[in-house]
C-alpha cells in the first residue's frame, strides 16, 4: 500500500502549528544558532526548483543542529520591493501591492509545504510600511553621520518609453521593452558612502568563515591598488598640470604619451582649435558605451589627439595627449601615463596610432634591442631610464616614487576600483527617500517623528519622463520642517538592496513599533551563525550587508561588525539540458508535479540524494522513483516490526548477525552526523539505506522468535530519528507508529558507539589440502584476497607452503580457508 503522505503532511503541519512547535521565544532561548536563508523575491505566485534546493536542504541542517540541542532561529520573510512588480503593474494596470500581496500569500502556503521549521511569528515583508519605515530611519541615521549624499551620476535613459531603466533592463545597448538606443543622462542622485569602509570590508573578510572564492569576489571587486600620482606639465603658456594614477611608476621612463577620459574636465581647457572638431565627435559618440564595453579587453581601442604635449619629467621629453575611452574617469584620476611596451592595451592603442614604444623593462633573459612583439607587464631589470638602469623593477619602483615624492612631482596613494552606492531608483515600488528639498533651506531631512514617508497608492504608473512619485502632486507638495515655508519631497525610491541590508536584525523584532530592533535581542542573537545563499549575491547583496553593520557598529547602533559569521552557497540546478532553467528555453522544471505524485518527504530527500547541495548540477529525475521505493521500504520495515519490537525480552550477548547490525548502525549514525554538518547530504542518505538494508538481511538470517527486539528497537528509532531532518512529516508519524510520543524533533539526535564501529574478528582455521595446520585471529569478513594472504602469511604457514605452489584457495566464510597446493 503506497504511503498516504498527503494525509501525513496536513496532520503533521497541523501539529507542528497546533502545539507551537517550532515556535521559539528569543528573549529566553539558550545555545543560540541564527540559521538563516537569504529571503525569497516575491515576483511570482510560485516557488521554483531553486527555492525548494536552497530551503529543503538548508531546513534538514537545521532540524540536524536542533536535535543536536541548539535552539534554532529559522525566520522566513519576503524581499517584497522591487522592478518586478512594478513593470507587471505598467503591462497590465494591476497595482503593484495588489500583486505582492496576492504571491506573497501564494509563496508563504508554498513555504509551509516544504515542511521547513519557520517560526512564521517572525515573518518580515520588506513593502510593508512598518518596515520601511525603519528602512528610511535608517537613511536617516546614515544622512546625519555623512554616510547618504548626493551627488551627479548617470542613468540609463530611454528616450522611447521615457524612463530611467536598471542596468538589466538595457540589453546590448538598447531598451528591453522598445529597442530604443540607451543614452546617458545625468542625474543628481543619493549615494551611500560604503567606500568609506573599504579598509574595514577588506580586513573583515580574514576572521569570517566565507567561501574564499566568494572573499576573493569581494577583494577584487573592492580593488584596493597601491601607486603613485604623477604630476604631467603641459607645453604651452598656461602651466596647466595633469596628473595620473599608476601603479608601474618603474615604468616612468618608457611613458610615450598621455591618455585623458573623455569626460575630462581638462579637455575643453588644452584641445587644439585644429583638433576640437574631431575631438568632440568621439566625446559624442563614446558617451552611449557603457563601462563594461569600455573596459572590455577585446573591444577595439579608440581615440583622438587633443593636438597639446605634455612633458614627461624624467625624461624631459615631449609626449603627447590623446582621449580615449578606455580609461575611465571614474577611476585614479580619470588620465593615465600610457607605457606601451609593458601595458597591453597602450601596447594595442600605440600600434595603431603609431606612437612610440619604449622598452624600459627587461625580462629576465631578454635582449635590450629586439623589437617587442607584445607588451612585456612582468617585473624585470630596468633599461633605459638614466640613473636607475640595472636594478630590479621592484626596487626602481620604490627609489622613484621616493625621488618623485622629494621632488614634489608624485605622490604614494591608495585607490579602490569600487564606487559609492547609488540607491537612487526612478521608481514607484520601494522606500521613498525621506528628505525634503526647501528653496530656502535647501535639502532637509524628514523628521523622525514623522517617519513613514508612506509610498502613495494612487499612482500614475505610466512612463512620462520624470519618476512616477513626481506625478503625485499631494505626495510632492509639503512644508519645509525647518522653516514650514512650501516645500517637495524627494521623489526618488531607494534600491531594493538597501531594504535587505538589514532585514537579518528587523526579524528578531518585527513587531516592534518605537524601535528598528531591540537591542537586548539583536545582541543575543546576531550574528547569524550560518547564511546560506546563492553565490550571485557574493558582491552586491553580501558587500552591502556587511557596509551597513560597519557603519551601525561606527554609530553604536550594534556591537559587532560582521553579520554573517559562517557562509555557504548552494548551488544552481540546471534544466535537463545543462543549461540555466528559463523560461525562453523551455527547459524549466515544475516542483509541483513531483509533490503530487510523491510527496514533499520524498522531494525533499531526492533533492538532496541526487545532487550535491553546494555543486548542482542538470536536472534528472531518473533517481526519484529509486528514492520513493527506498522511502516505501524503509516505511514496510517500520509498518513490519512495530509490533515485534516492543515485546519485552533480554538477550543477554549479542549474535554474530547482530553485532553485524550493531555495526552498522552505528556506522550510519557516525557518518550521517559528520556529513549532514559539513551540509554533505547525500552520504547521510545512503547510510540510511545501508541501515535499511542490514536489517532486512537481519530479519532473513535470523528466526523470527530468536530476534533480538531489543536491538531490533534500537536500530527502527535511530533510523527513524536519522531520516527525521530529511522527511519530518514521514519521521513524525513513523515515530508515533511505533508508540512513542511526538514531537520526534524533541527526541536527541542519536550518538553511537565506537566500539561497535570496528568488525567483527573471529578465529579462522587455516588448511592446507584440507589438513588443519595453523589458526588465526582476523577480522569476520574477509575478502578471497585478503583470506589468501593472510593464509600465507600466517604462523607457520610459510615455512609450510615454502616449496608448494597454491593452486586454489578455498574460503568458507568466517570459518575457514584452506590452500589447495601441490
Ligand atoms: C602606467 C602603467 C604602466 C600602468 C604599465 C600599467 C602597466 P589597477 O591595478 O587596476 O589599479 N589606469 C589608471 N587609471 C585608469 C583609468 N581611469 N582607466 C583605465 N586605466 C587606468 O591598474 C592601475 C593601472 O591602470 C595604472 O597603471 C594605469 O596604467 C591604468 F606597464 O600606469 B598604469
Ligand atoms: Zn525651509
Redesign the pocket.
Known amino acids: 500500500m503506497a504511503i498516504p503522505f498527503e494525509q501525513i503532511q496536513k496532520k503533521w503541519r497541523k501539529y507542528w502549528e497546533d502545539n507551537k512547535i517550532h515556535h521559539l521565544d528569543l528573549s529566553r532561548a539558550n545555545n543560540k544558532l541564527y540559521c538563516l536563508v537569504m529571503f525569497p523575491y516575491p515576483s511570482s505566485d510560485k516557488l521554483h526548483l531553486g527555492h525548494w534546493f536552497n530551503y529543503a536542504p538548508v531546513d534538514t541542517w537545521a532540524r540536524f543542529k536542533k536535535m543536536n540541542g541548539f535552539e534554532i532561529f529559522q525566520p522566513m520573510g519576503f524581499d517584497a520591493f522591487g522592478l518586478p512588480a512594478e513593470n507587471y503593474a505598467v503591462k497590465t494596470g494591476v497595482h503593484p501591492q495588489k500583486t505582492t500581496a496576492a504571491n506573497v500569500a501564494f509563496i508563504r502556503n508554498q513555504l509551509k509545504e516544504i515542511g521547513a521549521m519557520y517560526d512564521w511569528e517572525y515573518e518580515v515583508n520588506t513593502s510593508d510600511p512598518e518596515y520601511y519605515k525603519w528602512t528610511q530611519w535608517l537613511f536617516l541615521q546614515f544622512y546625519k553621520k555623512g554616510l547618504a549624499y548626493r551627488a551627479k551620476a548617470a542613468v540609463n535613459w530611454c528616450p522611447g518609453c521615457q524612463t530611467v531603466l536598471a542596468n538589466e533592463q538595457v540589453i546590448d545597448t538598447k531598451c528591453e521593452r522598445c529597442s530604443h538606443l540607451v543614452e546617458r543622462k545625468f542625474l543628481t542622485q543619493w549615494f551611500l558612502k560604503i567606500t568609506a569602509f573599504a579598509d574595514p570590508l577588506l580586513e573583515g573578510l580574514d576572521r569570517i568563515d566565507w567561501p574564499e572564492k566568494t572573499k576573493a569576489m569581494q577583494k577584487n571587486w573592492i580593488?584596493k591598488?597601491n601607486?603613485v600620482e604623477i604630476n604631467f606639465n603641459i607645453e604651452g603658456p598656461d602651466s596647466e598640470k595633469i596628473t595620473?594614477?599608476?601603479?608601474?611608476p618603474d615604468?616612468l621612463f618608457?611613458?610615450t604619451y598621455l591618455v585623458l577620459?573623455p569626460e575630462h574636465p581638462m579637455i575643453g581647457k588644452i584641445t587644439t582649435k585644429k583638433q576640437k572638431q574631431q575631438i568632440s565627435v568621439y566625446i559624442k559618440t563614446t558617451s552611449s558605451v557603457s563601462e563594461i564595453d569600455r573596459?572590455s579587453t577585446v573591444r577595439e581601442k579608440t581615440g583622438v589627439f587633443t593636438g597639446r604635449y605634455a612633458i614627461n619629467p624624467v625624461t624631459d621629453r615631449q609626449i603627447p595627449i590623446w582621449i580615449a575611452d578606455?580609461?575611465?574617469?571614474?577611476?585614479?584620476?580619470?588620465?593615465?601615463?600610457?607605457?606601451p611596451?609593458?601595458?597591453e592595451?597602450?601596447f594595442e592603442f600605440a600600434g595603431k596610432n603609431n606612437l612610440l614604444i619604449e622598452k624600459v623593462?627587461l625580462e629576465d633573459g631578454g635582449t635590450p634591442d629586439e623589437p617587442l612583439q607584445q607588451?612585456f607587464?612582468g617585473e624585470g631589470t630596468m633599461i633605459n631610464s638614466a640613473k636607475y638602469n640595472g636594478l630590479h623593477s621592484s626596487i626602481g619602483m620604490e627609489r622613484i616614487c621616493d625621488d618623485l615624492e622629494r621632488e614634489g612631482i608624485g605622490k604614494r596613494t591608495v585607490?579602490y576600483?569600487f564606487r559609492d552606492w547609488l540607491i537612487s531608483r526612478q521608481r514607484y515600488w520601494g522606500a521613498p527617500i525621506p528628505m525634503i528639498f526647501c528653496d530656502h533651506c535647501g535639502e532637509v531631512p524628514v523628521p523622525e517623528e514623522d517617519l513613514p514617508v508612506l509610498l502613495p497608492y494612487e499612482v500614475d504608473f505610466r512612463p512620462k519622463g520624470k519618476p512616477p512619485l513626481a506625478t503625485v502632486e499631494n505626495f510632492v507638495k509639503t512644508i519645509c520642517p525647518k522653516c514650514s515655508k512650501p516645500a517637495r519631497r524627494e521623489v526618488e525610491t531607494m534600491d531594493t538592496f538597501v531594504d535587505s541590508s538589514w532585514y537579518f536584525l528587523r526579524y528578531t523584532s518585527n513587531k516592534l513599533k518605537e524601535k528598528p530592533w531591540d537591542n537586548k535581542l539583536v545582541n543575543k542573537w546576531l550574528p547569524v551563525d550560518q547564511y546560506v545563499g546563492g553565490v550571485d549575491h557574493a558582491t552586491m547583496h553580501l558587500l552591502y550587508a556587511r557596509f551597513f553593520i560597519k557603519a551601525l557598529q561606527g554609530m553604536g547602533l550594534v556591537p559587532f561588525d560582521e553579520p554573517f559569521t559562517k557562509l555557504i552557497h548552494q548551488g544552481v540546478i540546471k534544466g535537463p539540458d545543462g543549461q540555466r532553467m528559463s523560461k525562453s528555453r523551455g527547459n524549466v522544471v515544475n516542483p509541483e508535479q513531483y509533490l503530487e505524485k510523491y510527496g514533499s518527504d520524498v522531494f525533499r530527500c531526492y533533492l538532496m540524494f541526487g545532487f550535491d547541495f553546494q555543486d548542482g548540477g542538470p536536472w534528472d529525475d531518473s533517481g526519484i522513483a529509486a528514492i520513493d521505493k527506498f522511502i516505501n521500504r524503509l516505511w514496510r520495515l517500520i509498518e513490519d516490526t512495530a509490533s515485534l519490537i516492543n515485546l519485552q525480552q533480554n538477550k543477554e550477548k549479542f549474535l554474530e548477525a547482530e553485532k553485524e547490525l550493531n555495526r552498522v548502525m552505528n556506522n550510519s549514525i557516525k557518518g550521517a552526523t559528520t556529513d549532514i554538518e559539513r551540509f554533505h547530504f547525500n552520504t547521510p542518505i545512503s547510510r540510511i539505506m545501508e541501515l535499511v538494508n542490514a536489517s532486512y538481511h537481519y530479519m532473513q538470517e535470523v528466526k523470527l522468535e530468536q530476534q533480538n527486539t531489543l536491538l531490533l528497537k534500537q536500530v527502527i528509532q535511530n533510523l527513524i530519528l536519522l531520516l527525521a531532518p530529511f522527511a519530518p512529516h514521514l519521521a513524525e508519524e513513523l515515530w508515533e507508529k511505533i508508540g512513542e510520543k511526538p514531537s520526534v524533533f524533541n527526541v536527541g539526535w542519536p550518538n553511537y558507539n565506537p566500539d561497535a564501529l570496528h568488525k567483527e574478528e573471529i578465529t579462522w582455521v587455516l588448511q592446507i589440502n584440507g589438513k588443519i595446520r595453523e589458526r588465526v585471529t582476523a577480522p569476520i569478513d574477509l575478502t578471497e584476497e585478503q583470506a589468501e594472504k593472510i593464509a600465507k602469511s600466517s604462523g607457520r604457514m610459510p615455512e609450510l607452503l615454502s616449496d608448494k605452489r597454491i593452486v586454489k584457495v578455498i574460503v568458507v566464510p568466517r570459518k575457514l580457508i584452506n590452500l589447495v597446493v601441490n
Open positions: 580593488g591598488s601607486g595620473v594614477f599608476t601603479t608601474r615604468t618608457g611613458a577620459a573596459t578606455y580609461v575611465l574617469l571614474t577611476y585614479g584620476t580619470g588620465a593615465i601615463m600610457a607605457v611596451a609593458h601595458d592595451r597602450d623593462i607588451a607587464t585607490k576600483k
